[in-house]
Nanobody
Framework: QVQLVESGGGLVQAGGSLRLSCAAS????????MGWYRQAPGKQRELVAA???????NYADSVKGRFTISRDNAKNTVYLQMNSLKPEDTAVYYC??????????????????WGQGTQVTVSS
Protein backbone atom coordinates (compact mmCIF):
# COMPACT_ATOMS: atom_id res chain seq x y z
CA GLN A 1 0.00 0.00 0.00
CA VAL A 2 0.97 3.63 -0.51
CA GLN A 3 0.13 6.56 1.74
CA LEU A 4 0.11 10.21 0.71
CA VAL A 5 0.32 12.74 3.55
CA GLU A 6 -0.35 16.38 2.78
CA SER A 7 0.54 19.45 4.78
CA GLY A 8 0.68 23.21 4.40
CA GLY A 9 -2.92 24.29 3.95
CA GLY A 10 -4.48 27.12 5.90
CA LEU A 11 -6.07 30.54 5.85
CA VAL A 12 -4.40 33.38 3.97
CA GLN A 13 -5.41 36.80 2.72
CA ALA A 14 -5.77 37.50 -0.98
CA GLY A 15 -2.39 38.16 -2.51
CA GLY A 16 -0.64 35.93 -0.02
CA SER A 17 1.24 32.68 -0.45
CA LEU A 18 1.10 29.11 0.79
CA ARG A 19 3.23 26.05 0.13
CA LEU A 20 1.68 22.60 0.10
CA SER A 21 3.69 19.43 0.56
CA CYS A 22 2.77 15.80 -0.06
CA ALA A 23 4.98 12.92 1.00
CA ALA A 24 4.44 9.41 -0.32
CA SER A 25 5.44 6.30 1.58
CA UNK A 26 4.95 2.55 1.28
CA UNK A 27 5.89 -0.21 -1.15
CA UNK A 28 6.96 2.19 -3.87
CA UNK A 29 9.04 1.09 -6.80
CA UNK A 30 8.57 4.26 -8.79
CA UNK A 31 6.37 7.34 -8.67
CA UNK A 32 5.40 8.29 -12.19
CA UNK A 33 3.20 11.39 -12.21
CA MET A 34 2.44 13.43 -9.10
CA GLY A 35 -0.14 16.15 -9.05
CA TRP A 36 -2.42 18.44 -7.13
CA TYR A 37 -6.17 18.64 -7.60
CA ARG A 38 -8.69 20.85 -5.86
CA GLN A 39 -12.38 20.77 -5.15
CA ALA A 40 -14.41 23.79 -4.14
CA PRO A 41 -17.87 23.46 -2.59
CA GLY A 42 -20.44 22.53 -5.20
CA LYS A 43 -17.82 22.05 -7.90
CA GLN A 44 -16.10 19.09 -9.48
CA ARG A 45 -12.56 18.16 -8.58
CA GLU A 46 -10.14 19.73 -11.04
CA LEU A 47 -6.49 19.36 -11.90
CA VAL A 48 -4.33 22.20 -10.62
CA ALA A 49 -0.87 21.04 -11.62
CA ALA A 50 1.04 17.85 -12.38
CA UNK A 51 4.68 16.86 -12.74
CA UNK A 52 6.31 13.78 -14.23
CA UNK A 53 9.29 11.95 -12.79
CA UNK A 54 11.40 13.73 -15.39
CA UNK A 55 10.20 17.16 -14.33
CA UNK A 56 7.73 18.00 -17.09
CA UNK A 57 4.89 20.10 -15.73
CA ASN A 58 1.30 20.91 -16.62
CA TYR A 59 -0.88 23.64 -15.09
CA ALA A 60 -4.49 24.66 -15.16
CA ASP A 61 -4.89 27.95 -17.02
CA SER A 62 -6.31 29.57 -13.90
CA VAL A 63 -3.07 29.10 -11.95
CA LYS A 64 -0.41 29.59 -14.60
CA GLY A 65 2.12 32.18 -13.53
CA ARG A 66 1.01 32.02 -9.90
CA PHE A 67 1.54 28.39 -8.84
CA THR A 68 4.65 26.26 -9.18
CA ILE A 69 4.77 22.50 -8.79
CA SER A 70 8.02 20.72 -7.98
CA ARG A 71 9.11 17.37 -6.63
CA ASP A 72 11.97 15.75 -4.77
CA ASN A 73 12.27 12.23 -6.15
CA ALA A 74 14.67 11.16 -3.41
CA LYS A 75 12.06 12.06 -0.79
CA ASN A 76 9.00 10.94 -2.81
CA THR A 77 7.58 14.38 -2.15
CA VAL A 78 5.72 16.87 -4.31
CA TYR A 79 5.27 20.55 -3.53
CA LEU A 80 2.90 23.26 -4.68
CA GLN A 81 4.03 26.83 -4.18
CA MET A 82 1.00 29.09 -4.44
CA ASN A 83 1.55 32.82 -4.84
CA SER A 84 -0.80 35.72 -5.49
CA LEU A 85 -3.65 33.71 -4.07
CA LYS A 86 -7.21 34.69 -4.91
CA PRO A 87 -10.48 33.96 -3.12
CA GLU A 88 -11.43 31.68 -6.02
CA ASP A 89 -8.46 29.46 -5.11
CA THR A 90 -10.33 28.46 -1.96
CA ALA A 91 -10.83 24.69 -2.02
CA VAL A 92 -9.73 21.40 -0.57
CA TYR A 93 -6.47 20.49 -2.27
CA TYR A 94 -5.70 16.83 -2.88
CA CYS A 95 -2.40 15.22 -3.71
CA UNK A 96 -2.42 12.48 -6.33
CA UNK A 97 0.27 10.03 -7.38
CA UNK A 98 0.50 7.41 -10.09
CA UNK A 99 2.70 4.77 -8.49
CA UNK A 100 4.36 1.57 -9.56
CA UNK A 101 4.23 -0.79 -6.56
CA UNK A 102 5.28 -4.30 -5.69
CA UNK A 103 2.31 -6.37 -4.51
CA UNK A 104 3.19 -9.58 -2.66
CA UNK A 105 1.95 -12.54 -4.66
CA UNK A 106 0.93 -10.40 -7.64
CA UNK A 107 4.11 -8.72 -8.73
CA UNK A 108 4.41 -5.23 -10.14
CA UNK A 109 1.28 -3.09 -10.39
CA UNK A 110 0.52 0.51 -11.28
CA UNK A 111 -2.12 2.27 -9.20
CA UNK A 112 -3.48 5.72 -8.46
CA UNK A 113 -3.40 7.08 -4.92
CA TRP A 114 -4.93 10.12 -3.22
CA GLY A 115 -4.12 12.09 -0.12
CA GLN A 116 -6.71 13.00 2.49
CA GLY A 117 -6.95 16.61 1.36
CA THR A 118 -5.91 19.90 2.92
CA GLN A 119 -8.08 23.00 3.14
CA VAL A 120 -6.89 26.23 1.55
CA THR A 121 -8.97 29.30 2.32
CA VAL A 122 -8.23 32.69 0.76
CA SER A 123 -10.02 35.65 2.28
CA SER A 124 -10.76 38.82 0.34
Amino acid sequence: QVQLVESGGGLVQAGGSLRLSCAASGSILRINVMGWYRQAPGKQRELVAAITSGGSTNYADSVKGRFTISRDNAKNTVYLQMNSLKPEDTAVYYCNADVTVMVVGLGVNVADYWGQGTQVTVSS
